[in-house]
């Protein structure tokens, strides 16, 4: 740790975090492992990765108080497929994002596209469809290991 004036007065912290926030953001951006701002704590928790620029695959993981979460993407072939682990005695609400259909401009209201360990999502056990928001199908998911697949464009955020 680095103090956070270069003085080093005794006055100020001298357990200044650094960097911190780049790792922050591998796992809470790229990866989508959220802290649910109605309920802290990590009971509940918000998977929400950002599948941007020409990043082909982001895997991360959190130890939280509950276990391990897990979130790992990958795109490939126009395809996007989520592996996330949820831990014991703990929920999660999962966005996984999708294209939206030929022609129009917002996201798609068609959840047919995403399934959920090769079933469609709507119709997995232990998922339920919530809605969509910003060309992302999300879901509430219990504990447990989920595979998500959606397609998705170069546009899909």
């Known amino acids: 740790a680095l103090t956070e004036a270069w003085a080093a007065l005794p006055s100020s912290s001298h ?5 911190g926030h780049i790792t922050e ?13 109605a309920a802290p704590g990590w009971k509940k928790f918000i998977i929400k990765p950002a599948v941007v620029g020409d990043l082909t695959w982001v895997k991360a993981h959190y130890d939280s108080p509950y276990g391990r ?11 996007l497929t989520m592996d996330v682990t949820i831990p014991p ?19 798609t209201k068609d959840t047919a596209s995403v399934s959920e360990s090769g079933k469609p ?18 879901y509430a998911v219990g504990s447990g ?10 546009t899909a955020k």
């Open 15 to 19: 357990n200044h975090f650094m960097l």
């Open 89 to 107: 005695n703990s929920t999660a609400t999962i966005y996984v994002p999708v294209a939206s259909k030929p022609g129009e401009d917002g996201p």
């Open 69 to 79: 979460i897990v979130s790992h993407w990958k795109r490939e072939d126009g395809k």
């Open 25 to 37: 953001w591998f796992y809470a951006g790229l990866a989508g492992i959220q802290v649910d701002p």
């Open 121 to 138: 999502a709507t119709k997995a056990v232990g998922v339920k469809f919530l809605r969509m928001e910003n060309n992302a199908a999300v």
């Open 145 to 154: 290991t989920y595979q998500f697949q959606s397609a998705l464009t170069k």
